[in-house]
């Protein structure tokens, strides 16, 4: 993609107003906790005090909305805690211009590296900077500083006392991560309907199963229905594929695909209304017609006197895959039955242990090592930081330097829109100074209508933090523009008047974006030239997986049940990785280094068509005590060997191949003892790498002509 291509894209993308479920009741005790803290610190300090208050308690409330699966009352009081503790050190270092630019790199330094631990930490990290550029010019001494620093932690403590005295649809963000990939799967089943071999998001289920990891106090109060579907689904989604895919399932044409395109729509059917049930936390309600269609009778078991679901139609691994999705969906409608029986603990011996979270203390030493595995110099993460720490520094001396008051709006504006990656943060300096520009315009006229005093300007400033709160999800822009109004309002109960604020901000929160995006220039972390190593780490990934599954067929039974688990988790994680780096890339404005757009699709859709042969032939594992298929144990030496050796080669731009893989097959083949579903399935295993090998190893004149073209198409 051009530059002027990409920054048009940019500019759309940072200005779009998404719809989104809005969340009333939440922003609404948000806001209750920036009014009681600017209350009680009006009511008992000063206009001074109550704006440091305000922003810990407006700051806490913001980052529980961030998108974190950890209770908000415990995100809140930590970014309460950290936002007291930057205000107070800053405040120690700031009279020495020399030892505050020093703090102020390493703790900006080190708030980049808190991406290594996902984005909610990287986000409420970098708040905590732009804190104490704020704060750290309100008190006058060190007492006063400790005070300011309490307070702003006070608000932390407000929000997250709000949190627990009135809890809003508790388990809210977990039931819905559940019933997105319950929903996902059943997209999947009328996909499957029409395109037999269509391919699945792993996105959802990733989702899900970080939902489901729970500190050992979540996992005595979780409910009922959020334990067992998500396993459910992932053993479901295999099952429709095997009876969806005519190579290994139902036939092509006739009685026995009619056949299955009904239990497709009966599965996906009855998938959505166990999704709605979690959602909502409601029976669920699946018509009489769609129970018949999957033979399942009115108290929701399977017809257990006819092990084939009393189908003729189907035959062999067909009839196996219709029987092993209806007592599947049985147990899946069991459990979300259960979503109205309130909120009780689960039990039960026969229950798998839950995913354990670590507790914060115990993040900690996690945290620690995440950020020194990204201390290297071609990490995101750790260009990030670099960057964060040279632009906040920067714009701190260009905006004190300036004949402008507030000088602190400039590095505030350019830590809090910069990312790891180029489109987000792009997007989001064009969204912060047009949502800037209108919200500083309303303010100013909500000030020159009112002409507030500090109790007026605090409420005010109350009723753009609701807004923002509410706003929080629609886009940067629309939040960025009352968030914005919120700060001119705190600084107007200060006793600022709007003609001191209002064109310093505006003048100032442009350069802080232009910075932001002079620094991704001159020190990027592009993700185009980095997919062949993401290809490649994908391909590794599905080959362990690949290869667990056949060795299951080898020994069936007698390895670890975890083995062909762990190896889909990382295969999946693989995959994700590889859309968010294929999507990044898309919108990166440089050219392709070994790999093109169309490579690149190519590449994906043979890797995904490997990940389902391998998904199919997991479906029909063997139990213990069945005999041990020939030829699966080299199959799946070769196989393992071959797709490392492949990684290594696309890492380096080299030609992968798959002899041994190919011999491998061509000696089971021969073997006329094997069963023809698991050669079959093997088959389809070898077929998309050949694909694999076409897509990343074109001649160079094709490159070149491939190059042309997506050049043409960007200049249109």
Not at 380 to 397: I, K, Q, S, T
Not at 457 to 469: M, Q, R
Not at 554 to 578: F, I, K, M, N
């Amino acid at each position: 993609m051009t530059w002027p291509r990409s920054l048009m894209d940019t500019v759309r993308s940072g200005l779009t107003i998404e719809r989104a479920r809005l969340e009333p009741l939440a922003a609404l005790r948000a806001a209750a906790g920036v009014a009681i803290v600017i209350g009680l610190s009006l009511w008992t300090a000063s206009p001074s005090y109550a704006a440091s208050a305000a922003f810990g308690a407006f700051s806490a409330g913001t980052s529980t909305f961030q998108r974190s699966w950890r209770p908000r009352k415990v995100i809140a009081l930590v970014a309460g805690a950290g936002l007291g503790l930057s205000t107070f050190v800053g405040y120690l270092a700031m009279s020495h211009l020399a030892l505050f630019l020093l703090l102020l790199a390493v703790w900006a330094f080190l708030a980049g590296m808190a991406w290594a631990a996902g984005p909610t930490a990287g986000i409420v990290a970098t708040t905590t900077v732009a804190i104490m550029l704020l704060t750290i010019t309100l008190p006058t001494g060190v007492i006063e500083a400790l005070e300011h620093a309490a307070v702003i932690a006070f608000g932390g403590v407000a929000q997250a006392a709000l949190i627990w005295l009135f809890p809003i649809r508790r388990w809210g963000r977990h039931r819905d991560a559940l019933a997105d990939a319950l929903a996902a799967v059943a997209d999947y089943a009328r996909r499957l309907r029409e395109d037999p071999v269509a391919p699945f998001d792993p996105e959802p289920m990733i989702t899900a199963r970080s939902a489901a990891a729970v500190t050992p106090s979540q996992a005595r109060r979780r409910p009922a229905a959020l334990h067992g579907p998500r396993g459910l689904a992932e053993r479901v989604r295999p099952a429709l594929a095997a009876l969806a895919d005519p190579r290994v399932g139902a036939p092509a044409e006739g009685p026995g695909r009619d056949r299955a395109r009904e239990l497709l729509d009966a599965a996906a059917d009855v998938l959505d209304a166990a999704a709605r049930s979690i959602r909502r936390g409601a029976p669920a309600e699946v018509p009489s017609a769609t129970r018949e269609t999957l033979r399942i009778d009115d108290e929701g078991g399977a017809d257990e006197t006819d092990e084939g679901g009393g189908d003729e139609t189907l035959e062999g691994p067909a009839r196996q895959a219709a029987v092993q999705l209806s007592h599947l969906l049985t147990e899946v409608l069991e459990i979300a039955d259960s979503s109205g029986r309130g909120l009780g603990p689960t039990s039960g011996a026969d229950e798998a242990p839950p995913l354990l979270r670590p507790t914060v203390f115990q993040l900690v030493p996690i945290v620690l090592r995440a950020m020194r595995r990204e201390l290297r110099g071609d990490s995101p993460v750790f260009r990030h930081a670099l960057r964060l720490a040279a632009v906040a520094c920067l714009g701190y001396v260009l905006g004190s330097a300036l004949p402008l008051g507030h000088g602190y709006w400039a590095p505030v504006t350019s830590v809090m829109v910069m990312r790891p990656d180029f489109h987000r943060t792009y997007s989001r300096a064009v969204a912060r100074f047009a949502g800037t520009l209108v919200g500083v315009a309303l303010a100013t006229g909500a000030v020159q209508l009112t002409h507030p005093d500090a109790y007026l300007s605090g409420g005010l400033a109350v009723i753009a933090a609701a807004l923002t709160y509410l706003l929080m999800r629609t886009g940067y822009a629309a939040s960025q523009c009352t968030s914005a109004a919120y700060a001119v309002l705190l600084l107007g109960m200060g006793g600022e008047g709007w003609h001191q604020t209002v064109p310093d901000r505006v003048l100032l929160t442009l350069l802080g974006g232009v910075l932001a995006m002079l620094a991704y220039v001159a020190f990027p972390a592009w993700e185009t030239p980095r997919m062949p190593d993401r290809l490649a780490d994908w391909l590794a990934a599905s080959g362990r997986y690949a290869a667990a599954v056949v060795r299951g067929y080898a020994v069936p039974g007698e390895l670890p049940a975890t083995d062909v688990r762990r190896t889909l988790l990382a295969d999946r994680t693989a995959h994700a990785a590889w859309n968010e780096a294929l999507d990044r890339a898309k919108r990166e404005p440089v050219r392709h280094r070994g790999l093109t757009r169309a490579q690149a699709e190519e590449a994906q859709a043979a890797l995904e068509a490997f990940g389902q042969a391998a998904m199919l032939l997991e479906t029909h594992l063997p139990q213990r005590g069945a005999r041990p298929v020939p030829g699966a144990a080299r199959f799946a030496d070769a196989l393992a060997a071959d797709t490392e050796r492949a990684a290594r080669h696309v890492r380096e731009r080299r030609r992968p191949r798959w002899d041994r893989a190919k011999e491998a097959l061509v000696d089971w083949e021969a073997d006329s003892t094997a069963e023809a579903v698991v050669q079959s399935g093997a088959e389809l295993l070898v077929r998309p790498l050949d694909q694999l090998t076409t897509a990343v190893d074109r001649a160079p004149l094709e490159r070149d002509t491939e190059a042309a073209r997506q050049q043409r198409q960007d200049a249109l």
